[in-house]
């Protein structure tokens, strides 16, 4: 992938500056999540990153043509998009809410924490947070302090990852959401220090950027993602738009950013949006950020290998070039079956993964669940 092509078409590097809420009492406006503050003189973007040029285009989802051929899925369970929920700046009084909407309909969320402000009243508890996690949604980094300048950029990216897996036991934070307010604080004559994407990618394998842009599914740039508004429901992020071929979104992957959502009007829409969500299931991949560029990231540096193909079983080999002990989520690789196969079996070393089969203009596909470099995976058939 050429990497230069995808930072040409993205907004320029303007973290320093989004409207992400720099203190309690901005994060308690809900019109915070809005665009981008314009850039101070002196940050100006490079302008050869004004020039859009389309990222590109991810491809539709592959049928493999004959029995035993096999493919990577761009998404996993061979999902159309993907879409992540994140919440920032602790925002603990709506917790529970978050939780109860989790529940309601089966999705996971990923909050944005900064680490030193847990334990004030907006800030919440780390009990919250183990809770959270033990529910199956995410806990990540926000930096220790929001970049108030209090501490280096290295500290503060460091620091969090700390601060975080101390105080939820075998928990790991492997992705960053930048703080913004850079330009509202030094307008006040406030302390900020400056986000940096080289220091971050010691740390972090991903991370959620400030441009307001769908992000790409082909050239994914895992470490300065953009992030949205709405769920489906924003005129430059609706459905059809990530199921339309010929939109820049499709295929991508939606990230919507949330602060207070204490407005019951806020909520409502927010629970349209999560209904809506619902319905369109077998389209939309819900993932934790984490996961979806974790996906992304292995999915780009697999190689897929079918081994032996024959009426009794199929057996591939997936590898990638990654660390194994960071990088341990499955992909679901598509195989095409042999006609008379109605069920399969699948085992990866020797252990039962999951293999779910979609039928597709008369054809019979698994999707197997396999994680890289964890040893060959047989799949048999077996009774529907
Ligand atoms: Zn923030």
Known sequence: MNRNVTFRWLRPLAIGTIACAATVARAQDPGDMAGDEAPPAGERADPRWTMPAPPPRAPPRDWPAKPGEASICLWRDDKMLA?????????????????????????????????????????????????????????????????AGSMTIEDEYRLAIEDIEKNIPGHRVRVLAYPGGAAVRRRRGQ?????????????????????????????????????????FDHERWTLNSFLNPGHLNYRGWHIVIYHTVSAARQRTGIEEGLRRVKEHEADIWVGLFREVVMYARQRDAATLKVDRADAREIVFTLTDTLDDAIFDLPLTVKVRLFDAWQ??????????????????????????????????????????
């Open 83 to 147: 879409f992540s929920i994140t919440i920032d700046d602790n925002s603990a009084p709506d917790i529970p809410w978050w939780i109860e909407m989790g529940n309601q309909y089966g999705f996971r969320f990923t909050w944005f924490i900064i680490t030193r402000r847990v334990g004030t009243a907006f800030g919440g508890t780390w009990e919250q947070f183990r809770k959270l996690v033990e529910m199956g949604h995410d806990v990540q980094s926000h930096t220790a302090t929001h970049n």
């Open 191 to 231: 302390p900020y220090v400056n986000n940096d994407v080289e220091v971050a990618a010691k740390y972090y394998i991903g991370a959620r950027g400030a441009g307001g842009q769908t992000t790409p599914a082909i050239g994914m740039p895992y470490l300065r993602t953009g992030r949205g508004a709405g769920i």
């Open 343 to 384: 069920g399969v079996s699948a085992q990866q070393a020797g252990k039962p993964v999951t293999a779910r089969i979609v039928e597709h203009e008369g054809a019979r596909f698994a999707l197997v669940e396999a994680v890289p470099d964890r040893g060959r995976v047989t799949i048999r058939p077996a009774a529907h």
